[in-house]
């Protein structure tokens, strides 16, 4: 699916007035895919607009918040709608009442939010708006406005994303640093995808997707399970952004290069050497069974399946794996049962809320190992 720009629409006065409900209901409903692809929110009370922070430490690859950061919080474009004819009888007060809402506006949006301003006017008299025949008459004609509003927004919010992506490429990168390439290459090709340009987030996904391949032999052992969910990651956005540019054949492929290089470790040796080769199995499982779902969405959209070539022969691989990850399980629990209690407190309490993807619960606020104690834990509360 591709990413939407998120766009802010406020000016609670005029979006409550009654001249003003088609353009609201216009701009919130549910996009079709002739229109642009935006993500607009109505906000009827004060905005809340994030703050640039500082920069967090931290040893992981890719935050976890970082692509929710565009996706939910940080608005491309803030739209003000003010109700101000030309010809108002209190034309500079309304003036200078614009002006003021728009430095608020641009004051508080502290990660360089886009701001666009448009006013409602009003060109028919109220009792001619609401008569019949001729009411329907101007509700075709403001649709066709609304569809150009509606463009402004996307080019508007597309000039907020390419000054990102140039503020990121500007930044110098040490190439004996694989984890900080990859994050790189991975936030310009999320924020391509968010302006709609596909092809370019196809591209360093890929690179971002190299970079981890290169550097297997160099992953510490202690953060191999975080290396490879980012490979998964990076895995199923190439494939997905394949199906998307009808690159079926390139994305089969893809996965078979993925399951060649990868499929087969390295394990490693932690949380302990069992554990390690029950997750890489594990791990194997979840990527067929995540492309099956690519594979079948794609051939509901339209894409013709071979006998040969289905969603289906990648879900049966899931299971095998999964069937054979349980027996692992099972054989595990058999020759090395638990004798002690759950821990407490529980090691797996932040599994939901881990900073960087794939990153060990119990080793958040830690850039190596944590204490023997907690990793003892951690372990028993695994198995």
């Known amino acids: 699916m591709s990413k939407r720009s998120r766009i802010e629409v406020t000016g609670r006065r005029v979006i409550a007035k009654c001249e003003a409900e088609f353009p609201r209901r216009s701009i919130s409903t549910v996009r079709t895919p002739d229109r642009p692809p ?27 918040d970082w692509p929710l950061k565009y996706i939910e919080r940080v608005p491309a474009l803030i739209v003000l709608f003010l109700d101000l004819d030309w010809d108002h009888s209190s034309w500079l007060e309304k003036k200078t009442e614009a002006e003021s809402k728009c430095a608020s506006l641009r004051a508080s949006a502290g990660q360089a939010s886009r701001i666009a301003v448009v006013l409602l006017q009003q060109r028919i008299r109220m009792v001619n ?3 019949g025949r001729f009411f329907r008459a101007v509700f075709k004609v403001s649709e066709g406005y609304v569809s150009k509003l509606e463009s402004a927004f996307h080019e508007l919010a597309q000039g907020f994303y390419q000054q990102k992506l140039k503020t990121i490429r500007a930044r110098s990168i040490p190439n004996n640093s694989p984890s900080l390439v990859v994050r790189q290459l991975f936030k310009l090709a999320f ?22 391949k290169d550097h297997v032999e160099s992953w ?39 399951q060649a290089v990868f499929f087969a470790g390295p394990a490693g040796v932690y949380p302990t050497p069992a554990l390690a080769n029950i997750e890489l199995q594990l791990w194997n499982a979840k990527q067929c069974w995540h492309f099956a779902q690519l594979f079948e969405q794609a051939v509901v959209n339209g894409l013709t399946a071979l006998a040969t070539l289905n969603p289906g022969t990648h879900l049966d691989l899931a299971a095998s794996l999964y069937s054979a990850v349980n027996k692992s399980i099972l054989a595990l629990k058999k020759s090395s049962p638990v004798t002690k209690p759950y821990p407490v407190p529980d090691p797996m309490a932040a599994i939901q809320n881990t900073v960087f993807f794939g990153q ?24």
């Not at 399970?225 to 492929?253: P, Q, T």
């Open 38 to 64: 935006l993500n607009l929110r109505l906000v009827t009370g004060e905005l809340d607009l994030p703050q640039k922070s500082e920069k967090k430490g931290g040893k992981g690859i890719l935050r976890r």
């Open 129 to 131: 708006l609401y008569s």
């Open 191 to 212: 924020l391509s995808e968010l302006r709609q340009d596909t092809h370019t987030a196809y591209r360093n996904y890929r690179l971002a997707y190299e970079q981890c």
């Open 220 to 258: 510490e052992g202690i953060d191999i399970f975080e290396w490879r969910s980012v490979v998964g990651l990076l895995n199923y956005k190439i494939c997905e952004l394949c199906f998307l540019h009808n690159m079926a054949v390139e994305a089969i492929n893809q996965m078979r290069r993925h």
């Open 360 to 383: 060990r619960p119990w080793r958040i606020g830690y850039d190596g190992l944590a204490p023997a104690n907690v990793e003892e834990d951690a372990v028993t509360a695994i198995l």
